[in-house]
């Protein structure tokens, strides 16, 4: 029965996602289109933005979902459809939620989040405590790290472009 | 202009491998399971992202992305800069298998480029705060946290609920959270709205230049220039907020009318007509290239004279845009006065003249109410719920039948 219900959740899973990534790479084009005097204002973004950055996404999961066709199988880790279904309904509501607040947050770390969740209903140790906290330190230094790349790259561009 | 094309191609295609990283997440669940095969389920994934377009309207995240930066340091090269380091760092996660998050990359690579940039035009003192927004840095950084709390705690609710022995309990609890969950999200629309109608009106704009003077004031007490400036604005925004507290209500009655209506309310009762004329304004001169000259203006000597007087002479355009839109002139006479008090570019008057001829101030109104509108989420949620207990009863039907039958047997 819970094998059904994940179609359903899946879905709105994707909405999440689609709605919440799409966005910020919405952000990122209006704010050169404003830099370049096109548009005054986000409200005035053109309908072509949004239409495509939408698409982009959702050709880009499917040409990513290809690649796994071939590598899955065995990686992934068991889940049953009943925690399927737990992790992709909280994972979706979590998006939803911060997308309504307009706060970008990361799809990766909600949807890590919920199934550590699941895992840990079941028992404190089935979840890998050690790699949870690995992933978290990754989480905190991407950030920094991309911001110093892109003052880099700044200096480096510069060079070129002025 | 090419480099604008540059970045847009560049940035579709960071959405693009967005949705490659990010695949495995949506369908990984859905085929492990064997629910669809894994060509049903990428389809499906796609398909539903594509969907959310109509879904979320306001598109508030992404607003919150291009407000990372404020607009005097934004420009093409730093935005530039920061999607190749985004795309970089984020193909090389991917290759090392780290799960890492577009989104922080996005943010941390522009906030990143445009703080380089800074630096260079202002000086290595320069204020860091004055860059970037810290609120919305903040704000990321703080649900870097909070998103997986969040999800953690939605998840274990969910499963601690399906494994509930008694089912009358189980569908009371969900029957609960769902009307809370409704309630919250009505919330946020109506909060929304405010919000949305406060930009509308400009009291957003007012309050940060009232604040600005009055800081400067403390430096240079009793300037009287400053404090007529002051006095100014503080008329305009009050003005604005005596508009405002007349649509309020309208607004927080939403769910029993519609968006449409409230503007039409808005506009007959007249509480639009001094905002129309400053949008109209607005519209006007930057169909004249207003906009080029203010991205110019920092870096250029020229065109920051030139964008001083642009921006007061401009202020004079409200008068005859004030009487064309109360009818009493034509729209070709209106050009002319327009054109008399700071020169439109012969190249721009049929963008303006399709500008003005376009200008419908209850339309803009009304989308800006129906951008907050979010009764698809919340529908969204309330079935969901319902398919939820409606299954939970099914299962508790099977199950009581098959218990029956086996004591027949026995």
Redesign the interface.
């Known amino acids: ?8 959740s ?31 204002d ?2 005035q ?1 053109p309908s072509w933005v ?20 071939k590598t ?1 199988g065995s990686k ?16 979706a ?2 998006l ?23 895992g ?2 079941k028992r404190l140790s089935a979840v890998r405590w050690g790699v949870t906290t690995n ?1 978290l330190w ?3 230094l ?17 060079l070129f ?2 | ?1 090419s ?2 094309i540059v ?2 191609a560049l ?26 095969t ?2 049903q ?13 109509f ?2 309207k ?9 407000k990372t ?1 404020f ?1 005097e340091f ?13 795309i ?2 984020n193909l090389l ?1 991917w290759w090392y298998g ?16 445009a ?3 800074a630096l ?1 035009e202002k000086g290595i003192s320069y204020p860091w705060s004055k860059i970037v927004d810290s609120h919305t ?1 903040l ?3 703080f ?2 946290f909070l ?14 609920v ?1 494994i509930m022995r008694n089912i009358w309990l189980r569908i009371a609890i969900i029957i609960v959270v769902t009307l809370g ?1 409704a309630v919250l ?1 009505d919330n ?1 629309e109506t909060n ?1 709205m405010n919000e949305n109608v406060q930009k509308f009106y400009g009291i957003d704009k007012y309050q940060k230049e009232v604040a600005s003077i009055n800081e400067e004031l403390e430096t240079k007490q009793g300037n009287t220039d400053l404090l007529a400036k002051l006095a100014l604005n503080q008329e305009k925004l009050d003005k604005a907020t005596v508009y405002y507290n007349h649509v309020k209500p309208l607004i927080n009655d939403f769910d029993n009318s519609s968006a449409n209506a409230i503007a039409k309310i808005a506009n007959d009762s007249g509480w639009l007509s001094s905002a129309a004329t400053s949008k109209i304004k ?1 519209d006007v001169r ?1 169909a004249n ?1 207003y ?5 110019k203006a920092p870096s250029d000597k020229a065109a920051k004279a030139e964008y001083d007087i642009a921006k007061i002479k401009t202020e004079g355009y409200k008068e005859p845009l004030k009487l064309y839109l109360a009818g009493t002139i034509s729209i070709d006479s209106a050009i002319t006065a327009v054109n008399a008090i700071y020169p439109i570019k012969p190249q721009n008057v049929e963008i303006v003249k399709k500008k003005i001829e376009k200008f419908n101030i209850e339309k803009s109104f009304a989308s ?1 109410i129906d951008k907050a509108d ?1 009764s698809i ?1 919340v529908y ?2 309330l079935i ?1 719920s319902l ?2 207990i409606l ?1 939970y009863l ?2 508790e039907k099977n199950k009581n039948s098959y218990c029956i039958n086996r004591r027949k047997h026995v």
Request: glycine residues 8%; neutral net charge.
């Open positions: 029965m819970f094998k059904k219900l994940q179609l359903f899946s879905a709105a899973f994707s909405i999440g996602h689609g709605g919440n990534d799409a966005q910020k790479v919405m952000g990122i084009i209006g704010a050169a289109l404003i830099a370049s005097g096109i548009i005054q986000f409200g973004l949004p239409i495509a950055c939408y698409l982009s996404i959702g050709l880009g999961t499917m040409s990513g979902g290809w690649k796994i066709v899955m992934i880790t068991k889940v049953t459809p009943l925690e399927g279904v737990a992790a992709e309904t909280a994972g509501f979590t939803f939620f911060t997308g309504q607040m307009g706060i970008p947050v990361s799809t990766t770390h909600t949807i890590t989040g919920s199934i550590i969740g699941v840990a209903t992933l990754a989480w905190v991407t950030i920094p790290v991309s911001a110093t790349l892109a003052a880099i790259t700044y200096f480096i561009v510069t472009v002025k | 202009m480099l604008l970045i847009i940035a579709l295609i960071f959405d693009y491998i967005n949705g490659f990283h990010d695949a495995a997440n949506s369908i990984a669940t859905v085929v492990s399971t064997k629910v669809l894994p060509f389920a990428v389809l499906w994934a796609a398909l539903f992202n594509v969907v959310a377009f879904i979320f306001d598109h508030a995240v992404a607003n919150s992305i291009s930066v607009k934004i420009t093409l090269p730093v935005i530039f800069s920061g999607l190749l380091a985004a970089f760092w996660t780290i799960p890492s998050s577009s989104s922080h990359t996005l943010i941390g690579g522009f906030a990143g480029a703080i380089a940039h260079v840095i704000m990321t950084v649900f870097i998103a997986p709390i969040i999800g953690i705690i939605i998840s274990v609710f969910i499963t601690v399906t969950t999200f946020f929304k607005d930057n290239d906009l080029v000259l203010e991205s800006e979010n989420i969204g949620i969901s398919i939820f299954i099914y299962v």
